[in-house]
């Protein structure tokens, strides 16, 4: 194909196109309301619905003449492509005049799609036109010989026999011709072979059934007594139709009308036939015609889907971040217009139109209902802009329903069609509203209530200016009329108002709905192999029960998290290979954005920190770890000479030391909690949690426990993080009886870490002490600084020097850890949400 033929092939089908709507605006133009309505009086229903049946069979014989032709061409193709071909060319043909060429167009577009040539294309239009003269001169010549000049035609008896004579005579010849000439014809440097018998008849048969029925079309549009005959309209339709193919008008638009308007009028009254004339051209042309540019628009979009689906694809993400703030103001002016519709009176004339076509309560209710709409489309606006989903589909059903109560109480079609552009401008962007919440947990905020008060308040205004000449009664409200538009007004402001009332009760007192559950037993049967196999221990907090657990699907990693207020806070780095563990985070804080949440991740290494900063995330510095290297871990040597007198001493004393398995663990339970119990009265505190564990036997089963002994009795515990993987070894509870000695502590920790390196354990974790670490210098961000100062001077609250003090006499090795969060306005919310998880609660946060 040549590069001009692909441009014309491509440019074709939008010139069609916009020649298409040219037509069809110059054709609607044409008409006046006024001729409309006279001739819709004049015709009656049941003959509009036979009119329409009738052409809908003339079209489909018209697909004939293509089948014919494809026929003799030599080229088959199925039925459905010919047919739809064949009905596009002729509704094109018929409308846009010069059917040869314009219905021409429209076949090479789809044939040559379909393997035919441009020469194929002008063999099948040709063909098409000589059947198209053949069925006009068989009608009009049998026509004249049975009518004979009278009826419409006012011709007399020897011209009407001679010309239907003439006629005849051309249709035999050109049977005779197919008979006897085999050898292709020359025309104009072009082959030309006639058609066999058998299918000349064929093409006399459909071409004078095409002609019959488009007559047909118009004659059962005629009055019953009009007293015109079939065969005679027919010759009448035809002679009119050669009028207008003579005069190169587009479908002989003025033409066939005058003909038609001169010869029925003795015996149909003109406006009559004017309002037969204007509904034949609105049933066999237009109609078809809006279908046949339907269809050969959808036609062309289903050829391009695909350059139209990547096209698409750009549009939308382009377009998709800012689309909750676009529609955010989208329903909030819809409604707006729909309160400010409510509060001012509807036009004169379409209350008129209303008065004829919708019942009075209708209109009544739909007027409220209307106004309802509105403040509901104000309210869901803030909805939208945070991305809720069910904010989303009530905006959308809203938006219909507004514009079905917008025609409903006024004919105002306007703004009936204002809200279904901008509902189907919504339509595609439904993921973008992703966020699966309650939708009233969402509180407005100060700025948006304001805004829809502002907006509540000037529609209740402008509805008193509108109606400041109605003297108020108290029957008003009870007074029902079209014309009652002042009443309507007060009973929407009532309802308006009364919904903002029951919206805003609803907002304070329905509670949010739970957004995360803790961890099943299923859940927490799955990643005891994960937390046995992790190389730091902290992995067994998943085993105490209080937080959600997120497992990846292929059960390779899991992350512990809890969630208060809006901070979705996960206990240290996802635990996994790193690539699950890196796709588990991006999950989680996808998962904390759908409900318009923080998340953060508290404790974690120094390792991560990459992946952290990749998730947008910000780092804050927590304190420093301690971890004490178990290999070459002994007491031997002077910096550890403190530990090593007072785990001698202890023995001397009769202390003991020894790690029972999680088997044995449940006959000890009612011992440890009466040790727990008398420690929390001791220390007046209470259980904390998330990044500690509590006394739960179910946690405490979970793993091995170290015991401390005083002459065979039992006098504290601790519950040990002993990982199959043996890579860090760590405690969580350690609680012992009131009254032991200083050293019981230290103790425990150095007969545990002996104990480990026996096990062969590689570190063991003593834990954060917070703040520590921090530098402060005048150039060092402000949270450093802050912490610093907390570390210094924060022993009235809690004993963070001591702390690292009483680690370093271990020698362990200090590393940091970090709070990976979003930065900003979101940090203290963060903070927040961390202390009340940490603490169980907000009491807990102020409660020791």
Known sequence: MSKIQRVLTTALPLLLLSVAAYVLHRELSHFRREDVSAG??????????????????????????DVLALGHAGHRLPYSRVGFTSFVGYAFGHNLGASFLSGGSVRYRLYSAWGLTALDVARVSAFNALTFWLGLAAVTGTSLLVEGGGGVLSLSTSVAHGVGGALGALLVGYFVACATVRKPLRVRGLEWTLPTPARALAQLVVSCGDWLLAAAVLWVLLPADSGVSLPSLTALFALAQLAGIASQVPAGLGVFETVM???????????????????????????????????????ELLQRRHHLTRLAKVVHSSFAPVVPWAASAVAFVAGTVLLFSGATPAATERLALLRRLVPLPLLEVSHLLGSLVGVSLLLLARGLQRRLDAAYVLTQVLLVAGAVF???????????????????????????????????????????????????????????????????????????????DAPRFLRASVGVLGTMVVVGLAALLRPAGPRAHPATVEELRRVRPL??????????????????????????????????????????????????????????????????????????????????????????????????????????????????????RMEREGWTFEVRPREAVPELLPRLRAISDAWLEEKHTREKGFSLGWFSPRYLEQGPVALVCKDGVLTGFANVWAPDAKEELSVDLMRYQPGSPHGAMDFLF????????????????????????????????????????VFRHGEHFYNFQGLRQYKEKFRPDWAPRYLASPGGLALPGVLTGVASLVSRGLGGMVAR
Not at 48 to 54: D, F, M, Q, R
Request: contains cysteine; proline residues 5%.
């Open 40 to 65: 819709l009086a004049a015709v009656t229903t049941g003959r509009i619905l036979l009119a329409l049946g009738v052409t809908v069979v003339n079209y489909v014989a018209l697909t004939l003449y």
């Open 261 to 299: 308007l001169s010869a029925l009028t003795p015996r149909v009254p003109a406006p009559q036939v004017v309002g037969v004339l204007l509904v034949y051209r609105i049933i066999y042309y237009l109609v078809p015609f809006m279908v046949a540019a339907l269809l050969l628009a959808g036609h």
């Open 406 to 484: 917008s025609v409903v109480k006024g004919v105002d079609y306007e703004e009936a069609t204002l809200l279904l552009v901008l509902a189907a401008a919504l339509a595609p962007f439904h993921q973008q509203f992703y966020r699966h919440t309650s939708l009233f947990a969402e509180a407005l905020s100060p700025g948006w209530l304001l805004a829809t008060v502002a907006v509540v308040g000037a529609s209740v205004w402008l509805g008193f200016f509108s109606y400041r000449h109605v003297e108020y009664r108290n029957d008003l409200w009870w007074h029902f009329a079209f014309s009652g």
């Open 531 to 648: 937390v046995a196999s992790a190389p730091e221990s902290m992995a067994s907090l998943a085993l105490v029960g209080d937080k959600s657990l997120m497992i990846n699907d292929a059960g390779s990693a899991f992350l512990m998290y809890g969630v208060s207020g809006r901070a979705w806070v996960s206990m240290g780095d996802p635990v996994g290979p790193p690539d699950a563990a890196t796709e588990l985070a991006w999950r989680f804080r996808e998962l904390a954005d759908r409900h318009h949440g923080w998340a953060c991740f508290y404790q974690v290494g120094p390792g991560a920190l990459p992946r952290y900063l990749d998730l947008g995330l910000t780092l804050l510095k927590l304190g420093e770890e301690a971890t004490v290297p178990l290999q070459d871990f002994d007491l031997e040597g002077p910096e550890r000479r403190g530990l090593r007198h007072t785990l001698r």
């Open 750 to 789: 150095t007969s545990l870490m002996l104990w480990g390196r026996r096990q062969g354990y590689r570190r063991f974790n003593l834990g954060m002490a917070p703040f520590s670490g921090f530098e402060e210098r005048t150039l060092a961000p402000m949270w450093n600084r802050l912490g610093a100062l």
